[in-house]
């Protein structure tokens, strides 16, 4: 009787803290976490602010690439472009577009220290494997910029795959550049000026 | 003031770009948009080379010797006289409540916030906007009309470019007897402009390949998202895109079918 009841009570909890460590942080709720935790980061480090390449990129690749479908986002800046690669182009593609992501938002980064964040109500259902997680920066004396994060849901969790800024898309601009480049010396020629910029010095 | 802030608004987040020319072989044909694309690359190189030597060392030195503090008071004067117009573009869209939001800051700002060196509005949660005459001309119905890129002010189209121009030529700054002072204040407006960009800029440095592009394309998307209300409907875009990461594997395979098409990232709503 009494090893009933401890069932009854039991493997309810079991089971429920199991699904509990299974569960995926719901993707405003992840999106709302980095952002807060990066620009936290960002406020207490005086090292970041001034721009101090290893700390920042240390910030970036530890914290905020993981959350991101690089693959993803290379295969949408390529269009239909992107079946014409190799996978070992593809693969190149993918590293050599991530670099100048992380690049670019390191350079970024050192501004955001005055950024306050807000954040829309998430309109979602369970079963949406794909949600926009709308957002606004504010800086003092500026309107709000929107920034809005695409969603996908994956197995580890949810993941970024386009960030919308004032409703340029950042896949989507550089979708324009890629097909461009493509059209004139190949997947190759793109991964050469990918490359090539990637290893220009950092300008300031 | 609206355009650069639009500016450093575009570039801000992410994107960038850099003088760069790697790109020597790279054939851009002018597009629908952008038909005059050759002169405007012309008009492009003149504005890097004069605001490389001129302005952006002024905006940079600006920025070394005045304190933040009264930068950013001379950057809330301005900004107040774009909340004027933001409020009377507003009025000029039959959209009351973002006009009066736009007054109530105007009134606010002018008279406790010191003529505009405070901004209290919003920290009293009047959240600041933008509008203007280009919008207020786009949702009357005018076309667009061509895109241009004019030396020391930056990337425009037909109607933004006249919706400035309507709004220098009744903007109070004009009213202002003192031609010394008008013209003072007509420069001083141009470095606040102009350093406000300054963040923004080194990061479209780093992010763009061909910077020219890269701005022109960012200005036109931010823009009609604006003018949409941030709701613009989806572009003309045959360039459909493959693979949520499901997918992704087969595409790896060579010789793989083509994934079934899947739809573009979901459009902002």
């Given amino acids: 009787m009494s090893r009933d009841f401890a069932k009854l009570l039991f493997v309810p909890i079991i089971a429920f803290a199991t699904s509990l460590a299974h569960a995926q942080e719901a993707p405003d709720v992840l999106v709302k976490r980095l952002a807060e935790e990066t620009l936290a980061a960002i406020r207490a480090d005086k090292e970041i602010q001034v721009g101090n390449p290893a700390k920042v990129k240390a910030l970036i690749e530890v914290k905020l690439v993981p959350h991101f479908d690089t693959t993803r986002m290379t295969a949408l800046a390529m269009g239909r472009n992107w079946r014409a690669a190799s996978p070992e182009q593809q693969k190149e593609l993918t590293e050599q577009f991530k670099t100048l992501l992380i690049r670019t938002y390191s350079n970024a980064l050192t501004n955001y220290r005055d950024n306050t964040m807000t954040y829309a109500p998430l309109r979602m259902n369970p079963a949406d494997t794909e949600v926009v997680v709308r957002t606004a920066v504010s800086r003092p004396g500026q309107a709000p910029i929107p920034l809005d994060y695409s969603m996908e849901k994956t197995p580890d969790g949810w993941k970024c795959y386009d960030v919308v800024v004032s409703g340029v898309s950042l896949v989507t601009n550089y979708r324009d550049e890629f097909n461009d480049i493509v059209k004139s010396s190949g997947v190759d020629g793109l991964i050469k000026t990918l490359s090539d910029k990637n290893k220009a010095p950092q300008v300031k | ?269």
């Fill in chain 2, 1 to 269: 003031m609206n355009e650069s802030a639009l500016r450093s608004k575009m570039l801000c987040a992410l994107l960038p770009l850099l003088a760069v020319v790697s790109l020597a072989g790279c054939a851009v044909g002018p597009t629908k948009e952008d038909p005059y694309e050759p002169f405007n690359r012309s008009m492009f190189s003149v504005h890097e080379a004069v605001d490389g030597a001129v302005m952006k060392p002024i905006a940079q030195g600006y920025v070394a010797i005045v304190p933040e503090l009264i930068r950013t008071g001379v950057s809330n004067f301005f900004g107040n006289i774009d909340d004027l117009f933001t409020g009377i573009n507003g009025l000029l869209q039959g959209n009351g409540y973002r006009a009066g939001d736009a007054f109530g800051r105007v009134l606010l700002n002018s008279s406790f916030g010191l003529g505009g060196i405070f901004d209290l509005a919003s920290m009293m949660g009047i959240t600041k906007d933008r509008n203007d005459f280009g919008i207020t001309f786009g949702k009357w119905g005018f076309p667009q009309g061509p895109y241009l890129f004019i030396p020391g002010f930056g990337p425009t189209t037909v109607r933004d470019g006249t919706g400035w121009l309507v709004r220098l030529e009744i903007g109070p700054v004009g009213y202002i007897p003192d031609i010394p002072l008008r013209n003072s204040l007509y420069g001083l407006g141009y470095v606040d402009i102009r350093q406000q960009a300054l963040a923004t800029e080194s990061v479209v440095d780093t992010a763009a390949i061909d910077k020219y592009r890269f701005i022109r394309n960012a200005y036109l998307r931010a823009r009609r998202y604006q003018l949409y209300d941030g709701h613009p409907p989806p572009e003309d875009d045959d360039d459909s895109a493959p693979a949520p990461s499901a997918a992704a594997p087969a595409a790896a395979v060579p010789g793989a079918p083509p994934a079934a098409s899947t739809p573009e990232p979901t459009p902002p709503k």
